[in-house]
């Protein structure tokens, strides 16, 4: 069984920062892409940024490019979302997921952990 726990979430003033991170259990999860994704109160869950398993290639939604930037330590099991620049748009409760196909196959995903607010005061 998968589990993945994010954390890392909270308030922020607008212009400003936050890592969340998602550490994940098992000994394989070097083997799969990982990402993430945002739900906003109303709204459908959007993606936000994906990983390959090497970490060696990425994928971000427009919206984010730019400021946000997803990395991995395989040795820690942990993924992270470093957000610069954030706006009031980008609240939400950030998900982390693992997925069974290609890192930038946005339907791949098929393991989510329980998500984190991040609010953005402007």
């Known amino acids: 069984q998968v589990q993945l726990v994010e954390s890392g979430g909270g308030l922020v003033q607008a212009g400003g920062s936050l890592r969340l991170s998602c550490a994940a259990s098992?000994?394989?999860?070097?083997?799969?892409?990982m990402g993430w994704f945002r739900q906003a109160s109303g709204k459908e869950r959007e993606f936000v940024a994906a990983?390959?398993?090497?970490?060696?290639?990425?994928k971000y939604a427009d919206s984010v490019k730019g400021r946000f930037t997803i990395f991995r330590d395989n040795a820690k099991n942990t993924v992270y979302l470093q957000m610069n620049s954030l706006k009031s748009e980008d609240t939400a409760v950030y998900y982390c997921?693992?997925?069974?196909?290609?890192?930038?196959?946005?339907?791949?995903?098929?393991?989510w952990g329980q998500g984190t607010q991040v609010t953005v005061s402007s």
């Open positions: 098992g000994r394989t999860f070097s083997s799969y892409a």
């Open positions: 997921a693992r997925s069974g196909r290609y890192y930038s196959d946005t339907n791949g995903y098929n393991y």
């Open positions: 990983i390959s398993w090497s970490g060696g290639s990425t």
